[in-house]
């Protein structure tokens, strides 16, 4: 599957070095409107370079191409890393390409700032209304909409229904001290209760920012952002929940030199049924059984727990997706695309295809994977989103909240001084 | 006071007080001026291809390390000096410098005698010693991404294969979890450092050795020196030169070392590894705050010049004799 939020997250060095040299190439590319014939080309820059998607989304354009003789699209396509530096110097020289993959957040909102995204609310009004409500809230600043959604997703704990069998737990869990008492039980039954890579401190802010997102709320959350503020009591007690978990020892053997997707990373652990469960975003069945064994039908989910007391709900969901902006003055046939995209028949083909949830409801008929249906329920009933901290503050902020969580799961810093250092990091990037 | 009696290189400008050079004297020095023009025009296009590429960068860095700076468009909110303040209270940065010399002391302590005993060793007449020197080798060789994801397999807690083998020779309470035990992973760092390196000192050494004429060991045999004592008076003094460039490469290696780190920890668990260049790349790429990125850089580099002017200058001197940094006259 060639997910966006899997290839942002995977491969290092040797992919990056692909996608450098892409990078290189495609500087050598030249302007983008239409010639003289009629014809109008617009460029569309993905980072689809995985199969089957890059091959989809190709024939997609034809088809697109074919129902619009006048219309030439021209795909770039970038990987990840590349992608997000390339669309950074982009940024900065004020000129950004007609059709471009956004992942929302704090990044598109500079692009917006800088006045360089066009805004859709008015002229994808007609088809945009009947998207998931929830796949267009990363596009969403100020009310308007400046992004058409192609994915989204979420995390949420993937378990072993086998191994929470064997250590007597009936239900998943539903509540933080329920879910601690989850862990308690595993680790008497001999289970490792959760697989955790270490080495990729993304991992662990995850329990932190669902954590945050129970007790302080998502208000707090942009609030905290907006004043340069995460010191409250609220973030204080989200590090001393992680703390209880962490004071449990429920990571496998090693974790803080684990990988996320290598052999004997954390998906592998959970995908050879060695660790019962992990924290993951939808991607997590397709990683686990590329790196491990997989678990078939043993394999559930469970959104993560409410924590009594606080101020969130089970129902908010922490996540992001994939979707597409246009730079401001790109022609109207870039609408045209982002329509044609959006539509029932092209996210029926993305669904089957590609592996990505559903963002126009009428296409969930081609979603037909057990744990991808519960992932897309819970998207649906979903009463409040949180981006991705990484894509929804500004770089230095989110890799400071990677590393002092970090830092706490490896029980180097407290729950006070983890609130502390991300407060001073944000106070120093305002 | 005819020019023609001071040594050539004070025929400046500076001296033009004295009466009108005889036509010889003018003939000369227009030949010398076309001499050094060629020479010009030759040393052009490298010097400015070093320039650009080498020193504008680094006096670029220089200038942005007083910049509050996210890395596009010009640097423009002067901070004065405090990004380095803040380097040097950070305690990982601390951290970076304490780990960087203890990673120097290990390779002097460890590393280079271990690779001088097996260059002595392979340097004797040893049945399939030039197998051996290619084993040895080898791994240097090897580049440092591919070996960093080797050995991050080899030592995965609990099933990779330095933990089985242990485990098959019943030495289990030998193994633990390496990488990821914020005591345990400098030292196998430093394990995969030697396993790296050791070859290369090792080549440099048995090259030294090599150099080294027979007839000077012989003649201490004759005058009755023991094999200790050839070794310690006789080898070990020729060899001096050898075992400073090798010191000095590992400390610079040690000062700049990136890759391994990188591909295995990433400088964790809890930046228990991470080193200088780890901590830059983390704020310069993942962070975006290249203004900071580029103080620990200039510090990087500050402390790499101030080693390797200070090294050469008192340690490499009579390596070096007449090189630029001796600051005797050319002609001595």
Not at chain 1, 95 to 100: A, S
């Amino acid at each position: 599957m060639g997910d966006p939020a899997l290839s942002r997250r995977g491969f290092l060095a040797a992919s990056a070095a692909a996608g450098l040299g892409i990078t290189a190439l495609s500087a050598c590319g030249g302007d983008s409107d239409g010639g003289s014939s009629g014809t109008t080309t617009i460029e569309w820059w993905n980072i689809s370079t995985t199969q089957p998607t890059k091959d989809v989304w190709a024939a997609l354009a034809r088809k697109f191409e074919k129902q619009n003789p006048t219309v030439k699209i021209k795909i770039v396509q970038l990987e990840n890393d590349a992608y997000k530096s390339k669309m950074t110097a982009l940024t900065a020289s004020g000129k950004l390409p007609d059709i471009f993959h956004t992942w929302g957040g704090g990044v598109l909102e500079q692009q917006v700032d800088a006045g360089l995204v066009e805004d859709l609310t008015g002229s994808t009004k007609a088809f945009a209304d009947g998207l998931l409500p929830v796949a267009k809230e990363p596009y969403l600043l100020d009310g308007k909409l400046y992004g058409i959604p192609f994915d989204i997703g979420m995390v949420g704990f993937w378990y072993n229904k086998a191994l929470f069998k064997k250590a007597g737990i009936a239900e998943p869990p539903t509540t933080w001290s329920g879910f601690l008492d989850a862990v308690s039980k595993l680790k008497a039954a001999e289970v490792t209760p959760i697989a955790l890579a270490g080495k990729e401190t993304w991992t662990g802010m995850y329990y932190w920012a669902y954590l945050a997102m129970r007790t302080a709320g998502i208000e707090a959350l942009a609030k905290a952002d907006a004043d340069n503020d995460f010191s409250g009591p609220d973030f204080v007690r989200a590090g001393e929940h992680l703390t209880a978990l962490v004071d449990l020892e429920p990571f496998q053997k090693g974790f803080l030199g684990a990988s996320y997707s290598t052999p004997t990373g954390q998906a592998a652990a959970v995908g050879n049924g060695k660790a019962a469960m992990e924290l993951m975003g939808q991607w997590a069945p397709v990683v686990e059984a590329d790196a491990g064994k997989g678990l078939g039908d043993d394999l559930g989910f469970f959104p993560f727990p409410a924590v009594e007391g606080g101020k969130g709900t089970i129902t908010e969901v922490f996540g992001g997706g994939g979707g597409h902006a246009l730079r401001r003055g790109a022609p109207q046939a870039a609408v045209d695309f982002l329509e044609f995209f959006a539509s029932e028949a092209t996210d029926r083909e993305l669904v089957k295809e590609t592996g990505v949830l559903p963002v126009v409801p009428a296409a969930e008929a081609a979603l037909t994977d057990a744990n991808l249906q519960a992932v897309q329920k819970q998207l649906k009933g979903t009463t409040g989103f949180q981006l991705y901290l990484d894509q929804a503050y500004a770089p230095a902020l989110g890799q400071e909240i990677n590393t002092s969580v970090g830092a706490l799961i490896a029980g180097s810093k407290s729950p006070g001084q983890v609130a502390e250092s991300i407060t001073k990091t944000a106070k120093e990037e305002q | 006071m005819a020019s023609t009696f001071l040594p050539d290189k004070r025929t400046g400008p500076e001296t033009d007080l004295s009466p009108p050079p005889t036509s010889a004297a003018r003939g000369r020095r227009r030949r010398r001026a076309r001499h050094w023009l060629t020479a010009v025009g030759f040393q052009v296009p490298a010097l400015v291809l070093f320039g650009v590429l080498v020193l504008l960068p680094i006096l670029f860095a220089v200038y942005a390390a007083f910049f509050r700076w996210g890395g596009f468009g010009m640097p423009s909110d002067f901070v004065g000096g405090d990004n380095f303040v803040r380097l040097f209270q950070d305690p990982v940065f601390l951290g970076d410098l304490w780990r960087c010399f203890l990673l120097v002391a290990l390779s002097l302590v460890l590393q280079l005698p271990f690779a001088l005993a097996l260059a002595v060793a392979l340097n004797q007449r040893v049945r399939g010693r030039a197998v051996y020197r290619m084993l040895f080798f080898a791994p240097y060789v090897l580049s440092e991404a591919i070996t960093g994801v080797l050995f991050a397999m080899i030592f995965a807690p609990g099933e990779g294969l330095a933990d089985e083998l242990l485990g098959k020779v019943g030495l289990e309470g030998l193994g633990g979890e390496w990488f990821a035990d914020p005591d345990m992973v400098m030292a196998t760092l430093f394990l995969v450092m030697t396993w790296k390196y050791f070859g290369f000192h090792m080549m440099l050494h048995l090259a030294g050795l090599q150099s080294i004429p027979k007839e000077l060991t012989e003649a201490a045999l004759i005058d009755g020196a023991g094999p200790w004592q050839r070794f310690r008076n006789v080898t070990l003094p020729l060899l001096a030169p050898t075992l400073r460039i090798s010191i000095f490469l590992s400390v610079i290696g040690a000062i700049q070392l990136f890759d391994l780190v990188w591909v295995i920890t990433q400088g964790g668990p809890d930046h228990h590894s991470e080193t200088m260049a780890v901590t830059m790349f983390q704020y310069g790429f993942k962070r975006y705050q290249v203004g900071y990125a580029s103080a620990i850089s200039v510090v990087m580099f500050g402390i790499s010049l101030v080693f390797a002017l200070a090294y050469q200058r008192f340690v490499l001197r009579r390596d070096l004799e007449g090189a630029t940094t001796t600051m005797r006259g050319g002609g001595k």
